[in-house]
């Protein structure tokens, strides 16, 4: 999960979230060596006292410019349109569940089993808990299993968000939408609404609980 001296993405927990760190480190080489370069070419004509009237004005130089930055630009394009659409696919889910967006909470139905139905809102912060993080209804999904969720809101538009899994997605009144992910470890993974909803948009978190399947179904069963 994050903390306050993490500055870069959180760790993985699903296959999404690795490839998207992966583009993330490959985009990041790119612009660190343009940058680089820039900046040299930029302090050796502003400092040498020599000037080169081929680099003020000439065909060969603007070819270069020009034909470069788009080679930069397919390099960075080609795995980001792949990505994507790995992103979209979703694979024969096992378990589909439907989260609905309120001001200022979430609700949770499991539609597979039964009827269950819950709203998860954040608790006060007490010692020991994760402060504006933590829920009172923990989402339960088992681990190594193909998940997908749909999305809507009850009012305004909200955002599903949890960066540890890769999901982002808009919850729109009217609307329903859908992802998926893939935990391939157990653990409490955190996100909140990331879009401003309210006067109280930073209040509504996010934790989901990823578990073994025998204790899932074994939850389930008490649940329901």
């Known amino acids: ?3 306050w001296s993490n500055l870069m993405l959180q760790d993985s927990a699903s296959p999404q979230m690795e490839q998207l760190m992966f583009f993330h480190d490959h985009t990041l080489l790119i612009l660190i060596t343009i940058t680089i370069l820039v900046s040299y070419m930029l302090s050796s004509l502003s400092t040498s006292k020599l000037k080169n009237r081929f680099l003020l004005e000439g065909q060969t130089i603007e070819v270069i410019w020009t034909v470069l930055p788009a080679i930069t630009l397919v390099f960075i394009a080609m795995p980001s349109l792949r990505l994507l659409y790995l992103l979209d ?3 024969n889910p096992i378990i589909t569940f439907k989260t609905i967006g309120h001001q200022w909470y979430w609700s949770y139905e499991y539609s597979d089993f039964k009827k ?3 709203d998860s809102y954040m608790t006060p912060y007490e010692k020991g808990n994760f402060r ?3 829920v009172d209804n923990r989402v339960i999904l088992p681990l190594s299993s193909q ?3 749909l999305v809507t809101a009850a009012d305004v538009i909200h955002s599903w968000t949890v960066p540890s899994l890769g999901v982002k ?3 729109t009144p009217g609307r329903l939408n859908q992802t998926n ?5 157990p653990g409490l993974f955190f996100g909140q609404c990331s879009e401003i909803c309210g006067a109280n948009h930073s209040f509504m978190p996010i934790v989901i ?4 399947m025998n204790p899932f179904l074994k939850w389930i069963c008490s649940t329901s």
């Open 1 to 3: 999960m994050a903390s």
């Open 89 to 91: 696919e979703i694979n």
């Open 116 to 118: 269950l139905e819950f």
């Open 132 to 134: 504006l993080l933590d």
């Open 147 to 149: 998940i997908r969720v």
């Open 169 to 171: 997605i808009d919850s």
């Open 181 to 185: 992910f893939f935990m391939n470890r």
């Open 209 to 212: 609980e990823s578990i073994p």
